[in-house]
């Protein structure tokens, strides 16, 4: 994941980070049971990446919780510590404890994963790039924040669609929830929803020389790498900004404050948004497949209280092709999503193949609450199922 998308995911996750009532403190490190249900019989690394909340530092924490950090880096970077745990083979659980971080829980099969470290810290796999040491493993991640207010976990595909995974946690009353359970046979609906879609979208699945399909890209990782056409989204984004130069698209970005509202209309071939006053608070240039996909670039979201909400919301729509149909944002419902033949088809398919319909299949699938995340304000533990490939 490049460091802007990192930030705008690591920035969703947590603006749900907000203090709660009063509780027991939630202790340094909690357990995290990992269940193997692949059916493989490689053998499992798992790791936990991140950064230490406490002291700020970036490192690892080994199967005690306890915290390492990273040593200095180098240009070139040079190899990191072996920073694996074990993991339980099929039919098995492990479990390990996680400390107060910010960061990725790692798991791969067969192979370890190689990490380096440059002088500004640690280089994260780059599943977008051939040449990368990782390219050729077969893994993924989970992304997950511990800290005072609680525990938020998830399953991503914001970068790739790969070995199948849920999360869970265990409530402080003692109840149990967990999401990212695809449906029966949905990994492999997945896989061949995408080979059979024309247009391109064929080419995000990546297969290993011994015929191991190793993971689809995300859209925008298959714009950059060039498999997927940077016009793939042209069509329903001028549309998008011709409907709009003559009428009004109206965002509510906060579902807790109703009266807050933005208009907006396209002039010049800019969409201008303005406040009740009708001052323009901020402006958007027609996007690309890109910026649409990546939730980046002409639909950067700062974090801030205007452009990142009314970004977010753009955002979402695009992926979900709701802005022709609602002129009300955001549409919330997901009988609306992706019925526009120029939609995210990477997100549909994996939105109708998850057991509870919840992903992370962009960065912003937060919006109207259709992510895939866990959380509760005082975890007693948290799950890592590792599932079928199936």
């Excluded at 001052?279 to 209280?305: E, I, M, R, Y």
């Amino acid at each position: 994941m490049s460091l802007a998308a990192a930030a705008a995911l690591l920035g969703s996750l947590l603006t749900f980070a907000v203090p709660e009532p009063a509780r027991a403190a939630v202790p340094d490190t909690i357990p995290l049971k990992v269940t193997n249900n692949s059916g493989r019989g490689e053998p499992v690394y798992v790791y936990t990446i991140g950064t230490d909340l406490a002291s700020g530092r970036q490192g690892w924490a080994d199967a005690n919780g306890t915290f390492h950090a990273w040593p200095a880096g180098g240009a070139p970077p040079v190899p990191a510590p072996d920073a694996s745990i074990p993991g339980p083979a099929a039919g098995q659980s492990k479990t390990i404890r996680i400390p107060k971080f910010s960061g990725r829980i790692y798991f791969s099969y067969g192979r370890k994963l190689v990490f380096q470290l440059a002088t500004g810290g640690l280089v994260q796999p780059a599943v977008q790039n051939p040449s990368d040491p990782n390219h050729d493993i077969l893994f993924n991640w989970s992304e997950y924040t511990l800290g005072d207010s609680g525990l938020w976990l998830n399953s991503t595909q914001v970068d790739m669609f790969s070995a199948p995974y849920a999360v869970g946690v265990q409530r402080a009353d003692g109840s149990t929830v967990s999401t990212g359970h695809l449906k029966s046979g949905g990994y492999n609906a997945v896989l061949n929803g995408l080979r059979a879609q024309s247009g391109g979208w064929a080419g995000l699945v990546r297969t290993r020389s011994d015929g191991t399909v190793l993971r689809a890209l995300s859209p925008g990782h298959g714009v950059g790498s060039g498999v997927l056409p940077a016009s793939v989204m042209s069509g329903y984004i001028d549309r998008v900004w011709q409907k709009y130069a003559t009428q009004t698209l109206t965002v509510t970005p906060f579902a807790d404050q109703p009266g807050t509202k933005y208009h907006g209309r396209v002039s010049g071939g800019v969409m201008n948004f303005t406040n009740g006053s009708g001052a323009v608070v901020t402006s958007f240039q027609k996007p690309d497949a890109d910026s649409v996909f990546g939730c980046h670039k002409l639909l950067d979201a700062p974090n801030d209280a205007v452009r990142g909400p009314l970004s977010r919301t753009l955002c979402a729509g695009f992926n979900r092709s709701t802005l022709l149909v609602n002129p009300q944002q955001p549409d919330t419902s997901a009988a609306n999503f992706y019925q526009d033949p120029v939609t995210n088809h990477y997100a549909r398919l994996i939105h109708g193949q998850m057991a509870d319909g919840k992903a992370y299949a962009f960065a912003f699938d937060d919006v109207g609450h259709h992510e895939s995340l866990v959380h509760d304000g005082g975890p007693r533990q948290a799950y890592l199922t590792l599932d079928p490939f199936s």
